[in-house]
């Protein structure tokens, strides 16, 4: 399959993941994080699993015992890492290049 098509949701969650690399993160976390509904933010993660960027494993854990349903983690892959931090550079670039003449313009 291939790579997510990027959008500012996609950003979000790239930067999302991003602040924590290696770490497990589960879905309410991330949208804590982002600021998307789980609507948004569940579908891009699917997005990114088919595409090899991040991987999922169910907790393994006593719902009852605990209180509350298992979580799903993701965390992101050596590649998902790559191209995470690949798209996120390419748009800071692109904010950076499309404000250039304009904060220019505003220090004059």
């Known amino acids: 399959m291939g790579e997510p098509r990027i959008t500012a949701s996609v950003l979000k969650v790239l930067a999302g993941l991003l602040a924590e690399p290696g770490a497990q993160r589960y879905g309410?976390?991330?949208m804590q994080d982002t600021g998307?509904?789980?609507?948004?933010?569940y579908p891009i993660l699917a997005r990114f699993e088919r595409a090899g960027w991040v991987e999922s494993r169910w907790e393994?854990?006593?719902p009852a015992a605990e209180g509350r349903p298992s979580r799903r983690y993701y965390v992101l892959t050596a590649e998902g890492t790559v191209a995470a931090r690949r798209e996120?550079?390419?748009m800071r670039q692109q904010m950076s290049r499309a404000a250039g003449p304009l904060g220019q313009a505003q220090e004059a």
């Open 28 to 30: 309410l976390e991330l």
């Open 36 to 41: 998307l509904p789980s609507g948004t933010l």
């Open 60 to 62: 393994q854990i006593d």
């Open 88 to 90: 996120v550079a390419l």
